[in-house]
């Protein structure tokens, strides 16, 4: 059996503090909170595929369990298992949030819901969040704080480093993690003596960035670059600031009141039967509006519009849109305009009601 020197020789660990900012669905076996090493790996390993994005998807698989471990079959049609070279550890203890608890981010009407309020907790966490705006789950509380710990093999750091990065920038974890629940704050510890820095958000985009246009020219349907757009002879990443608060609850009840408008932009009509619409682009399914070729086909499908939660040098809690562009895994209807040009028309709402996020290096 061969054994990997990689494991054992010439590795670098870096060491982080990490901050829930919202509470954070992370669970165990019964849903409920838990502290827990594979996530953390997990989302390492999401990010660090946006690293590679260059590579077809045959050549994405191969290197990814090279790195992080996976089953393969060889040549000789067996199966083979590759042990992962990345180490990650979590250390610490988190309170939780009891079951029945309401977090304050308040009620709005719905007009999709007959113009009845309902609760901004739900609409963007329904499933751990009660449809009234109780946890049904109970989540890791906002503020606690843990200690993560990484190790790799020492040629892979930029790699790794930028998958750290991008984590840092975007990340968050657990049950409803994209529309801002669990948001955490990555900090570098200097326990470990090493001189490692994360890659700033503005050179992720330079370093990692394609306009919209090429992004959409592909067949890739899974995130694989951070996308751009032009605007008034400027370059503006997919980013736009909802809200700047005191708590995170006020940043989270903005993002869900803004979140609900960009939905109302692509309304569903009222008549049936229906096929794909414009609407089913922020995500699949939709209750009560399905659709019956996607239903086929396992049609779950993820928003890329994201609500990420992040934390100021001055201690404020800001809310963001993010949009990771890519072609949709699923049948669309040309009919309806192309993917691009529906998420056009989104952007052009976040312009509207929320401000575009621009780098002064990002010309």
Known sequence: MAIHVDRFLDRTTAHFDVEVLTPMFLGGADGNAELRSPPLKNALRYWWRMTRGHLSPDQLLESEQALFGGVHENKNRKMRAERSLVDVAVFGEVQTEPKNTSPSIGKEINPEAGGKRVSMAAY????????????????????????????????????????????????????????GWGSARLVKADKDGTNIKLTSLPYLYEKYGKDIDTIFATKKQYPFYLGWRKKQGKKYPLLW??????????????????????????????????????????????????????????????????????????????????HLPHRIAQQWDMNLGSEKDIWQTIHQQLDKNCSPIIFKSFE
């Open 241 to 322: 600031q909802i809200a700047v608060s005191d708590r995170w609850e006020d940043a989270m009840k903005e993002a869900a009141k803004n979140y609900m408008d960009v939905r109302q932009t692509l309304p569903f009509p009222r008549e049936k039967p229906m096929g794909i619409k414009k609407r089913h682009i922020l995500g699949y399914p939709v209750t009560g509006h399905p659709v019956a070729q996607w239903d086929r086909n396992n049609g779950r499908m993820p928003s890329q519009l994201r609500i990420i939660i992040k934390k100021n040098d001055e201690g404020k809690f800001q809310s963001w849109f993010f």
């Open 124 to 179: 963007l966490g329904m499933g751990p969040v009660h449809f009234s705006g109780h946890y049904e789950k109970q989540p890791i509380s906002a503020g606690q704080t843990f200690q993560l710990s990484v190790t790799w093999p020492r040629k892979n750091q930029e790699e790794i480093l930028d998958a750290l990065s991008f984590f840092a920038h975007f990340g968050s974890l657990g049950s409803r993690s994209r529309n």
